[in-house]
């Protein structure tokens, strides 16, 4: 595969949630309050829809600030069924069980999973994470043995300025036990995707960004993912020549991510 | 029109029906019919280029959510579903072993025909392609308040039957006014009708449309009525709309997971 041909989920994308530790122990004391009760147990997950995705270098739409949402994706080439990789995992050592199950992973990408800022995790939340354009890609899928995902840490820059390093070694359910956990209950088809969290500054939030900024994704030994942020185009489009919409900084209003307009 | 997707004599064939029979429309056995009983139903749902959008609603019947106690929701209560979970008609579904509430749910399935942006209300019926039935199974011994309904419990391997045709939408002039009932081993369990939707049809695809995008062949599961009830391993169910069709299947246990089929 070639660096310059832009990459796309070919099949279903899995975002994970509260999957490091940071975000998840400052959540803890609302775990078992009201609407929670309680901790969760399996892994919560969430689907991107396909009319996210977006390449690298595409304009996302935003109709204000975004949550930037730097992780890895795990790209599920081989196919095998819940029972052998549930039953090898319970069999194994720890060794031979990372080995077994993350011989389903055809390798690894650098993802944006873009969300509107949303306080709540009790409802699922496709209004705020499954809008057009909100799953950029880097272009290329690194094989899983060229990378130490452990050791892996993510820089997130906006406008050419850090604001973020994801540090991988700090996952609640590392890739092996994310993976193995998810397919107890479901199965990932091969071209799936399995993305392993997105994690909170000291504060709770995540990096923001707007219309006109600019993000670069990066971490070594992987593509990395630059995009860029742009005026979402209001339902009713103004007439030809009229100003950008209210609501961004916007320079030029786009219409779509480029992905798959028809 | 009613179309179906089945497998049979080695490959996978649209139909349609007529007279009570599948008509054949792939070109090697054009114009042939079968039956029923011949044939291994699919999805009746054409590939996709990308992954496949399947969006389902809770709460979306007043009085489901009140059987729930649950109040009806302001905003549509949507999650996404991977398109893996969908089965076919006369299809076994597996009851894992050891779960006390695995229920059914029968909902008008809308299958997209036209690529949608910022629909209005009033234009939005120009964008379905199609209805179906769908049986959106839930296990309800998984449920967690995080992103609920979850995806232990909502999108599992075989729990989203939906079949067995997909129904022209001009053959459906009013998709708010059809009866549904799910009959489990022959006795009715569930009845309902789609004029009881929180939020309509039209509703469901300016929402959807006014922050996503849908494609051709993506799917809003429109939400069930009250009457869900458990259902043990062997269980028969068959979920009917009125006029879209009968969808039946049969609950397998983990441990028995290719039973003889029966019919």
């Known amino acids: 595969m070639s660096f310059d041909l832009p990459w796309l989920p070919g099949g279903t994308v899995y975002g994970t949630l509260l999957n490091f530790r940071r975000e998840f122990d400052l959540w803890a004391p609302k775990m078992a309050q009201a609407p929670y009760q309680a901790a969760p147990k399996a892994p919560v997950l969430y689907v991107k829809t396909a009319n996210t995705f977006a390449p690298r270098g595409a304009a996302v739409p935003v109709p204000g600030e975004v949550e930037i949402g730097a992780t890895l994706g795990l790209v599920i080439g081989s196919f095998e069924s819940n029972e052998a990789v549930a039953s090898a995992s319970q069999a194994q050592s720890a060794i031979n069980h990372e080995v077994d199950v993350l011989a389903r992973v055809a390798g690894c990408v650098l993802i944006d999973d873009l969300s509107l800022p949303h306080a709540s995790y009790y409802r699922p939340a496709i209004r705020w994470r499954n809008r057009d354009g909100f799953l950029v890609c880097a272009p290329a899928v690194t094989p899983l043995r060229e990378i130490d995902i452990k050791a892996l840490k993510i820089e997130v820059r906006v406008n050419g300025a850090w604001v973020q390093t994801v540090d991988l070694s700090t996952l609640m359910r590392d890739a092996a036990t994310l993976l193995a956990d998810v397919s107890a209950f479901m199965t990932l088809q091969p071209g799936d995707v399995l993305l392993l969290g997105t994690d909170c500054l000291a504060d709770g939030t995540r990096p923001r960004a707007r219309a006109g900024d600019r993000v670069e994704i990066s971490a070594p030994g992987l593509a990395t993912l630059t995009h860029t942020l742009a005026a979402e185009v209001s339902a009713v489009r103004p007439p030809q020549g009229a100003k950008a919409p209210s609501g961004g900084s916007a320079d030029t209003p786009v219409r779509s991510v480029g992905a798959y307009s028809s | ?263």
């Not at chain 2, 959510?65 to 979970?85: D, I, M, Q, T, V």
């Not at chain 2, 009708?193 to 509703?203: G, I, P, Q, R, S």
Request: charged share 20%.
């Open chain 2, 1 to 263: 029109m009613k179309l179906a997707r089945i497998a049979w004599a080695g490959a996978v064939h649209e139909a349609i029906e007529s007279d009570g029979q599948l008509e054949l429309r792939t070109p090697a056995f054009r114009g042939r019919r079968l039956s029923f009983d011949e044939v291994v139903w699919l999805p009746p749902l054409a590939p996709v280029p990308r992954a496949r959008t399947v969006l389902a609603l809770g709460l979306n019947y007043a009085d489901h959510a009140r059987e729930l106690a649950f109040k009806p929701p302001e905003e549509p209560l949507a999650f996404a579903k991977g398109a893996a979970s969908l089965i076919g008609h006369r299809a076994f579904t597996v009851r894992p072993d050891g779960v006390q509430n695995m229920h059914y749910e029968c909902e008008l399935a809308v299958v997209i025909g036209r690529e949608a942006k910022n629909v209005k209300k009033g234009d939005a019926h120009d964008f379905v392609g199609g209805y179906s039935v769908a049986n959106d199974y839930a296990i309800r011994d998984y449920l967690e308040n995080w992103y609920r309904p979850n995806l232990r419990v909502k999108n599992r391997d075989t729990c989203t039957p939906i079949g067995p045709w997909l129904v022209d939408a001009a053959d459906v002039p009013n998709p708010m006014n059809l009866r549904l009932t799910t009959h489990v081993n022959g006795v009715l369990t569930q009845q309902g009708t789609t004029a009881d939707m929180v939020f309509d049809v039209a509703t469901l695809i300016e929402y959807f449309s006014s922050f996503m995008t849908l494609y051709p062949g993506d799917v809003i599961l429109t939400g069930t009525p009250d009457g869900v009830v458990d259902c043990p391993v062997g269980s028969v169910v068959v979920c009917e709309i009125e006029g879209i069709g009968a969808l039946q299947n049969t609950l397998v246990s983990e441990s028995n997971r290719t039973p003889s089929p029966t019919r």
